[in-house]
């Protein structure tokens, strides 16, 4: 199943165990997915098996499974451009592959296909969806995750092929003959599961309505382990606020740890995606006027080489601190402010809370996201640490402040206390 399920009970009670205050639970319903078993194969010019992965909510295949002719996009545009109608019985295929970089923008360009192929492939006749996968490797792993809904469904099986068995299409297409497949899904629905995010908070000492938000999600995809994605997120925030409490200086404001759940998955009905970051602005929406800054993470636990501050602060002396504090574990300032921080406080942004980032290197990160290698041993404790530091840092800076992040371009910030 995608991880919509609750957490596992001891998650509020650990928080209090570390010595966090107002502990909740806040719980919302879902429509969750469930993987079933699934299998591919070339069945012409020759027979082949092929690595795959059913993405997330896409419906399953007949009993018997399903075939076609694969008709391959060079990308998402060149599938939008076919006619209406041109692909009826065949097999859809955008071929794109992510490129590498360090701040993972190859991810945003390359996954349109995964989240939307579906419903751009049944518009143009076609009985199924295939993707090369939206990561950086060369293994023989298929990378899943979400596609979108379409008018309350998702349009037709949908499955990532590993990059290996991608290019093993393209080679045969290339030869000049029909590409024929094989594919079979016994994916199912839950419609009455329930998920949750779990709040903990370290209180300020003379702001506490004044909120520094910490986000990461608890969910991850069945294949793996959530290790990394985003099991090391959780531990690198709730890592930072637990140095920020156990200071014998509290800072002034209130720093708030969300543990988010439902990131990876998207929902029939409208926000879509994002489930528990619209479920937490939906239950504290009287609160978001003094929601401070928000930050979230969620790309690993490989080291961040740079902070993104809100425009209010970027030429003020908070960011010149700030700069000066994170400069000893290698962290360097963005020249733009963010202009989202994230998934999950992605819907506190949008409502209004000025974000900031502390990016990652994400140079192995899709390596590995979203497959079976999502695992523990990926983890280099080194990097791990400096992400902590990096971390408490600026939010201990942020919480102590009387900064107003807010403010406008061009208003002069008040500068944070030392």
């Avoid at 909510?57 to 109608?85: Q, R």
């Avoid at 419609?191 to 999600?217: C, F, K, M, T, Y």
């Avoid at 602060?313 to 962290?331: C, E, H, I, K, S």
């Avoid at 300032?333 to 992605?346: F, N, Q």
């Amino acid at each position: 199943m995608s991880a919509a399920a609750p957490a596992p009970p001891p998650g509020d009670a650990r928080f209090r165990e570390l010595g966090f205050e107002n502990v909740a639970v806040q719980s919302f319903p879902v429509t969750a997915w469930v993987r079933g078993t699934e299998s591919g194969e070339i069945t012409a010019p020759s027979v082949q098996p092929l690595v795959i992965a059913a993405l997330g909510e896409s419906p399953p295949t007949p009993l018997a499974g399903l075939e076609g002719e694969v008709v391959l996009f060079p990308n998402f545009d060149a599938l939008k451009a076919a006619p209406p109608g041109s692909l009826a019985g065949k097999v859809a295929m955008v071929t794109r592959r992510m490129v590498r970089t360090q701040d993972g923008a190859g991810y945003g360009t390359a996954v349109v296909a995964r989240a939307d192929g579906p419903g751009e492939a049944e518009r143009r006749g076609a009985v199924a969806f295939l993707v090369r996968s939206v990561g950086t490797d060369s293994h023989r792993l298929a990378h899943t995750g979400a596609t979108r809904y379409v008018g309350g469904r998702v349009p037709v099986p949908s499955f990532a092929l590993s990059n290996p068995d991608a290019d093993q299409i393209e080679r045969l297409a290339s030869l000049g003959k029909p590409v024929r497949v094989r594919l079979f899904s016994s994916a199912s629905y839950v419609q009455d599961a329930r998920s949750q995010n779990v709040i903990a908070e370290v209180r300020g000492r003379e702001r506490p309505e004044e909120i520094v938000l910490l986000g990461a999600h608890m969910d991850s995809w069945d294949q793996g382990t959530g290790a990394i994605d985003d099991g090391t997120g959780m531990a690198i925030i709730v890592a930072a606020a637990k140095l920020i409490r156990d200071v014998p200086h509290r800072p002034r404001r209130t720093v708030r740890v969300v543990l988010f759940g439902s990131e990876e998955v998207t929902q029939p009905a409208p926000p879509g995606g994002a489930f528990g970051g619209h479920a937490y602005v939906d239950g504290h929406r009287s609160e978001l006027a003094t929601h401070v800054l928000a930050g979230e993470s969620d790309t690993g636990a490989d080291r961040v080489y740079r902070v993104g501050l809100p425009q209010a602060v970027l030429q003020g002396d908070f960011a010149r601190t700030a700069l000066r504090v994170l400069m000893p574990v290698g962290v360097i300032g963005a020249a733009d402010p963010p202009t989202e921080a994230g998934t999950d406080v992605g819907p506190s942004v949008e409502a209004g809370v000025p974000p900031f980032t502390l990016s990652q290197d994400a140079s192995r990160y899709f390596e590995i996201h979203h497959t079976p290698d999502d695992t523990l041993d990926k983890i280099d404790r080194s990097q791990l640490d400096q992400n902590v530091a990096a971390w408490s840092a600026l939010v201990w800076l942020a919480a102590d402040s009387d900064v107003d992040f807010r403010a406008r371009p061009g208003t002069a910030p008040r500068e944070p206390l030392r």
